[in-house]
């Protein structure tokens, strides 16, 4: 006697979600995207007074540079009358001048520096 396998009815076909012609979904492009924070240059200036030896100090100790780095930005400060230290948001750039500012004030030595926005 043959017996019969039982007959499986086929699966109804699978619901894609709706999407564009070409099967692409657009998102909304935002109307605006955020600006990045300006940011700020400490700029130390040069002077006839300052000991070289403390301001490579000063830049080591401020503005983490190595001994190579801050020798290479105090003679460019030398040579040219001025020269970026380091780049950072408004307030960590006056709180690194007002550091220079204090420690040179303490020292006596007329070392000055100042920030200002980066252009680009
Ligand atoms: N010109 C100073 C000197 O000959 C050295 C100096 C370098 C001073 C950089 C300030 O920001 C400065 N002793």
New binding site residues.
């Given amino acids: 006697m043959a017996t019969k396998s039982p007959v499986i009815p086929p699966a109804p076909p699978i619901q894609q979600p709706d999407r564009e012609e070409g099967g692409s979904v657009v998102l909304e492009r935002r109307t605006q995207k955020a600006k990045p924070p300006q940011m700020y240059q400490v700029v ?9 030896e403390f ?1 490579v100090v000063v830049i080591q100790e401020f503005f983490g540079k190595d001994l190579e780095a801050a020798t290479q930005i ?1 003679l460019k ?2 040579l040219d009358g001025k020269g970026v230290c380091g780049v950072y948001s408004r307030d960590v750039a006056a709180t690194k001048v007002d550091q220079v500012l204090e420690a040179a004030a303490k020292a006596g030595h007329p ?1 000055k520096c100042v920030s200002e926005p980066v252009e680009f």
């Fill in positions: 130390m200036l040069n002077d006839d007074y300052t000991p070289m301001v105090m400060i030398h070392l």
